[in-house]
């Protein structure tokens, strides 16, 4: 079953790997056809069926969400709708944040009905709880995400939930509250949590939420990166071992029982008593966690091991994995894009084989060698998704694992059901859980604060290599006798050295793709030049989420130049978190203070130059006689070698770009203009468009923003000309690169290039000249 089983992921895996959704009616068709024509194949011709049905299985699930999306033409359209609150809000001072299944559209006609949404409310939100429902005016927009190298996919995430538009609440006197839902799992253990966990008199009642419901929403940023460092972060998702914990303790009841009173046995065997008892502990504590996706998954894996027992069947557990991974994948196709389903699924199968052909001496020599391999098979996989891996997880997790699991949330869980019967108990069974987490985080903090802790490393385009390690550690775990076992780890030497770093005299730039603002990122042989860190973007920066994560991912440890144009929040909202990463050596600014940063910049003259590895920089603007403020002072530097130019103009107005014809006229002209304002009337006058003359101009702007940049009569200024516009908003992250004389540069758009199933069918944007750059420009 397990092979079955492997060939169906195949082909699930296959369809989510396709730029997008092939035609529903021939899948169809072959469901029907090939359903029966499995029970009569037996051969191993069998085996490439199985991954066909799995290919378009997973088609007519996708099929349903991606046709109750919200339309990308009707971005920014707003709507009147009735919703229910589903799951539980996260409330901050500025916003809340919460999804909502839409109950009706009062005033349009997109199938949104039963859908899922993600809404913020902005300021003066009420006291939003689960099961509420509410008549409301929305601006929704299609889901829609930050498109670049090594960033979090925010589309898939949205697919993957099940999510089918975005947006906010719009101010609107008639909002109101019109009642609730009759029955709300989600409402019950909101309130259940509340009234249970005292936030005032606890040390860690985030900690304790999330052990309990599954809420992490209180689990601070501290806690978390202590989690990680040390390994520990998967105790506080619900999952199996929360489950299998829950279970347990309905099958030691059963085996107690029935070990006291023996007569039982002659009404029903003991060991199939034991596994019907397991299921409703794990029923409920899944339910508390508001049956989360792992939850299920676990659900479903316990279920077929308990109808295996009842069923009187012994099965290799390698079977019943098989039949576990096949169910999870029927239930939902879309499980393969969390990363919790890859981790998971090999955690059981390390051990599985190692419990199989492995045995072990006894039981601290079972669990140390179980701790040792689930660090190092899921290694790999944590550097894919993560980019980081902890170094003393093994430890960490021998320790931690059974004093969380036996220890803390026994002692929880008791509470929680001692709370419907005698509150004293309840509140003092809490109050030794909450003790012992304290102490469990003092030991924690220890560990994560070890020079080495934890191993960070951006895999980039050689993820596929960590695979391939993956797949050879787990081959090491069959049984000894089979052949060719050091033929992957052979095959893979060739690989094991990094990629060379390009020559010297090449240059690259990239655009990020940070919203409304501006980031790019210029990267030579042995140096790298960040000019702009994009926008704030509520609790988060375009730094912390796009511009960091995209240096790690290109294995830039250090940035030797920052250029902050101006003190405007769309360039430089993410200074702050950029310059705490601790990984800038020298900062340029045309402000004397940098927002929400007590380092002092150095001021960027005009004239000021240097050269990296071949290519040359040179501040044009502003020079010591400009007497202008804010946009018209930004920094506007020139990037050069042998194959090209680039000209990086910040925001600079009509006046700055007159100053520049008039003082710099001979070193304006650039093969590449970024558009100064991001395409805003008050700038790219037309005769300063002539004094560049680019072949290329890249316009960094949000996607729908509010502002309409680039504006239409600019954009026609450079078309007219015959200049090739590049826009961030529709083709994401823009790469272009400088090393061939005599030579366009290259060029390659980032969501062209990575359109998936879940992005929708305007992957190649409303751009044409994107149109050219899809195609392998």
């Known amino acids: ?27 169809l068709l072959v469901l029907i056809l090939l359903l029966p024509a499995l029970l009569y194949i037996k051969t191993p011709w069998q085996l490439p069926l199985w991954a066909i049905l799995g290919f378009c299985w997973a088609v007519l699930q996708s099929a349903a969400l991606l046709d109750a999306r919200w339309p990308v033409d009707d971005s920014g359209k707003e709507v009147v709708a009735t919703i229910e609150v589903v799951g539980i809000p996260k409330v901050a001072p500025r916003r809340s944040k919460f999804e909502a299944r839409v109950l009706a559209l009062h005033n349009d006609t997109h199938p949104l009905k039963g859908a899922r949404i993600r809404l913020s409310w902005y300021r003066d939100a009420p006291a939003l709880e689960p099961g509420q429902i509410w008549r409301l005016r929305l601006r929704l927009k299609a889901p829609r995400g930050f498109s670049n190298p090594g960033n979090f996919d925010y589309e898939q995430w949205l697919f993957r939930h099940n999510i089918a538009a975005t947006g906010y609440v719009r101010k609107d006197p008639q909002n109101q509250l019109v009642g609730e839902s009759r029955w709300s799992l989600d409402r019950w253990r909101a309130r259940f949590a509340k009234q249970l966990i005292d936030a005032e008199s606890l040390q860690q009642p985030g900690i304790l939420k999330a052990l309990l419901i599954g809420d992490r929403n209180d689990v601070s940023p501290a806690q978390w990166d202590m989690l990680t460092r040390t390994g520990t972060n998967h105790l506080l998702a619900i999952s199996g071992l929360h489950i299998g914990l829950a279970a347990s303790l309905g099958y030691l009841l059963a085996q107690g029982l029935w070990r006291l009173w023996p007569m039982l046995c002659l009404w029903y065997p003991r060991q199939r008593a034991a596994a019907l008892f397991s299921l409703p502990p794990a029923v409920i504590y899944a339910a508390l966690a508001g049956f989360s996706i792992p939850t299920q998954r676990a659900l479903l894996m316990l279920s077929l091991f308990c109808l295996n027992i009842l069923a009187g069947r012994r099965q290799h557990p390698l079977n019943v994995l098989g039949w576990g991974l096949l169910g999870v994948l029927v239930w939902d196709t879309k499980a393969v894009l969390d990363p919790g389903f890859w981790l998971s699924f090999t955690a059981v199968t390390v051990i599985f084989l190692l419990s199989t052909f492995h045995p072990a001496k006894n039981r601290w020599h079972a669990a140390w060698r179980v701790q040792l391999a689930l660090s190092l098979l899921l290694a790999p996989l944590t550097l894919i998704f993560f980019s980081q891996a902890s170094v003393v997880s093994p430890l960490s997790n021998l320790l931690a694992v059974p004093y969380v699991s036996i220890g803390v949330v026994p002692v929880l869980l008791i509470g929680a059901i001692t709370s419907f019967v005698y509150t004293p108990l309840a509140n003092a069974l809490l109050q030794l859980a909450d003790s012992m987490l304290a102490v469990f985080f003092r030991v924690l903090a220890w560990a994560a604060e070890l020079d080495g802790a ?118 430089a909202g993410g200074v702050a978190d950029l310059l705490r990463a601790e990984i800038t050596h020298t900062v340029y600014s045309s402000v004397d203070h940098l927002p929400h940063s007590r380092r002092t910049p150095q001021p960027c003259v005009a004239g000021q130059h240097w050269s990296w590895d071949g290519v040359n920089f040179e501040f044009l603007h502003p020079d010591s006689a400009w007497r202008g403020k804010d946009n018209n002072r930004s920094c506007v530097l020139r990037i050069s070698n042998a194959a090209g130019s680039v000209l990086l103009a910040g925001d600079i107005e009509r006046s700055a770009e007159a100053h520049l014809r008039q003082t710099q006229r001979e070193k304006l002209r650039s093969d590449v203009l970024f558009m100064p304002h991001h395409g805003s009337l008050t700038s790219s006058t037309s005769a300063f468009i002539d004094a560049v003359a680019p072949h290329y101009a890249i316009a960094s702007v949000g996607f729908r923003n509010r502002f309409g940049f680039p504006k239409p009569e600019v954009l026609q200024r450079y078309t007219a000309r015959g200049i090739e516009v590049l826009r961030t908003d529709c083709g994401g992250a823009v790469r272009m690169r400088f090393d061939r004389p005599a030579e366009s540069p290259s060029i390659f758009a980032y969501r062209p290039a990575h359109c998936r199933v879940w992005s929708g069918t305007d992957c190649l944007g409303s751009c044409s000249s994107l149109q050219a750059q899809a195609k392998g420009r």
């Open 1 to 27: 079953m397990l092979l079955r089983a492997l060939m169906f992921l195949i082909g699930v895996f296959g369809l989510y790997r396709l730029p997008e959704l092939p035609a529903l009616w021939p899948c």
């Open 454 to 571: 934890a191993w960070h490393q951006a895999l980039g385009a050689q993820a596929w290599l960590a695979g391939a390690v993956l797949f050879w550690l787990l081959l090491w775990l069959l049984p000894r006798g089979l052949p060719g076992r050091l033929l992957p780890l052979v095959l893979l030497i060739p690989f094991a050295w990094g990629q060379p770093r390009f020559a010297a005299g090449r240059f690259d730039i990239i655009a990020l793709d940070v919203g409304q603002g501006l980031s790019v990122v210029v990267e030579t042989a042995q140096h790298t030049l960040v000019y702009d860190t994009g926008p704030s973007l509520g609790q988060h920066t375009a730094a912390e989420l796009v511009l960091i994560p995209f240096l790690q991912f290109e294995q830039r440890a250090q940035i030797d130049a920052l250029v902050v144009s101006h003190s405007d929040d769309d360039h």
